[in-house]
């Protein structure tokens, strides 16, 4: 079964304050498949996981489309909350948050796709924490 790793992650300088989102998928051999970055403007930092963790299925309907097929999907993020409450091991309780969760949850559904969400550490997430920045720092210099 081939897999696609993807790794996910929101910046934001200020909470509230200018945000962007970094995507980073790679393949079963660690090769860089697809990236992606984007300014988000001003967003709190958990919904600029959020989006980052949603932006990456448009990425990997992208790939699907192109004619590549993967078994299974593992995402991975370094935010603790947002991993959490989307395998459904803490609450959802701000409601925009809650709408964000719910989204994830519908395209992915819509994608047909098997997948896992997975925490690790800052430092694991290197890449997709540089584009996020970059994102930033494209829109605000």
């Given at each position: 079964?081939?897999?696609?790793?993807?790794?996910?992650?929101?910046?934001?300088r200020?909470?509230?304050g200018q945000?962007?989102?970094?995507?980073?998928?790679y393949?079963?051999?660690?090769?860089?498949v697809?990236?992606?970055?984007?300014?988000?403007?001003?967003?709190t930092?958990?919904?600029?996981e959020?989006r980052?963790?949603?932006?990456?299925?448009?990425v990997?309907?992208?790939?699907?489309?192109?004619?590549?097929?993967?078994?299974?999907?593992?995402f991975?993020?370094?935010?603790?909350?947002?991993?959490n409450q989307l395998?459904?091991?803490?609450?959802?309780?701000e409601?925009?948050?809650?709408l964000?969760?719910?989204?994830?949850?519908?395209?992915?559904?819509?994608l047909?796709i098997k997948?896992?969400?997975?925490?690790?550490?800052?430092?694991?997430?290197?890449a997709?924490d540089?584009?996020?920045n970059l994102a930033?720092?494209?829109?605000t210099?």
């Amino acid at each position: 079964m081939r897999i696609l790793k993807v790794f996910t992650d929101g910046a934001s300088r200020g909470n509230p304050g200018q945000s962007g989102i970094g995507v980073v998928v790679y393949d079963e051999n660690n090769f860089i498949v697809e990236s992606r970055k984007e300014y988000l403007g001003e967003t709190t930092n958990n919904q600029a996981e959020y989006r980052a963790i949603i932006k990456s299925l448009d990425v990997l309907k992208k790939i699907f489309e192109s004619g590549k097929d993967f078994g299974c999907i593992e995402f991975y993020s370094d935010s603790e909350l947002i991993v959490n409450q989307l395998n459904f091991n803490y609450a959802v309780k701000e409601p925009g948050l809650a709408l964000l969760n719910n989204k994830f949850h519908v395209k992915a559904k819509k994608l047909g796709i098997k997948f896992s969400i997975k925490h690790i550490e800052r430092s694991l997430n290197k890449a997709a924490d540089r584009l996020a920045n970059l994102a930033i720092d494209s829109k605000t210099k």
